[in-house]
């Protein structure tokens, strides 16, 4: 069982460029997350998803973009890469959306905008 | 919106207690959550509080009191690989979850 998978790992992009975070879970959990880590500020939530087909902004949506087409599957979508969105970004996945289930997290991608 | 404090560091050596403090101010809550990560990993999942009171899980026990919007996380009998980040979480009532900023913990031999 994978678990949570993220692609890529680490990534260096120019400024401008169009670039999407891949998240796929084997858990058939109805939540998805995402997030972003800076040093001195913890996780952010950028959008969630409590169902397939549906999505919701976080904190700090701006720039980015999602989609849940199916429950497997919640990539995050930069339209125009900014050195503002260099950061750890975490996908996470939970069965429900409340109750007692806890947030599974994928090992990260590394972003680096130049 | 959720804000939530918690030391930024702290130390102690193996063997010890360690209690990390986390208060936070929310305009829905739906429970309380504290993590681990270790530097560099994910953060995996400790514990879970909704209700007032003391959850013990083996070395870990985490506390909530939802009048005083205060937790904390105990870490008992301290070893070399608890040095980690802990974080404590807020979820709203849209059950979004927000994150204090996190309190790194290193253990000394």
């Known amino acids: 069982i994978a678990g949570i998978t993220q692609a890529p790992t680490s990534q260096i992009l120019a400024a401008g460029r169009r670039m999407t975070l891949r998240c796929t879970q084997d858990?058939?959990?109805?939540?998805m997350y995402w997030y972003r880590q800076d040093l001195g500020l913890g996780l952010r939530l950028i959008h969630y998803s409590n169902t397939a087909g549906t999505t919701g902004k976080g904190e700090v949506p701006d720039g980015y973009s999602v989609s849940r087409a199916n429950t497997d599957d919640f990539p995050l979508t930069l339209a125009s890469a900014v050195p503002s969105q260099t950061s750890v970004y975490f996908c996470a996945s939970s069965p429900l959306a409340g109750g007692y289930n806890e947030q599974f997290f994928g090992p990260g991608t590394r972003l680096t905008v130049l | 919106g959720q804000n939530i404090d918690q030391p930024t560091e702290m130390t102690a050596t193996e063997g010890a207690i360690v209690q990390i403090n986390c208060t936070y101010q929310?305009?829905?809550?739906?429970?309380l959550f504290w993590y681990q990560q270790h530097a560099g990993e994910a953060p995996t999942f400790l514990s879970y509080?909704?209700?007032?009171g003391l959850e013990e899980k083996g070395r870990f026990s985490s506390f909530l009191s939802r009048s005083k919007g205060y937790s904390y996380l105990l870490l008992k009998e301290l070893q070399m690989k608890d040095s980690a980040s802990y974080l404590c979480?807020?979820?709203?009532?849209?059950?979004?979850?927000?994150f204090g900023a996190g309190t790194t913990v290193t253990v000394r031999a």
């Open positions: 858990m058939r959990h109805n939540a």
């Open positions: 509080n909704v209700l007032d």
């Open positions: 979480a807020v979820r709203d009532q849209d059950y979004k979850l927000s």
């Open positions: 929310t305009s829905g809550f739906n429970g």
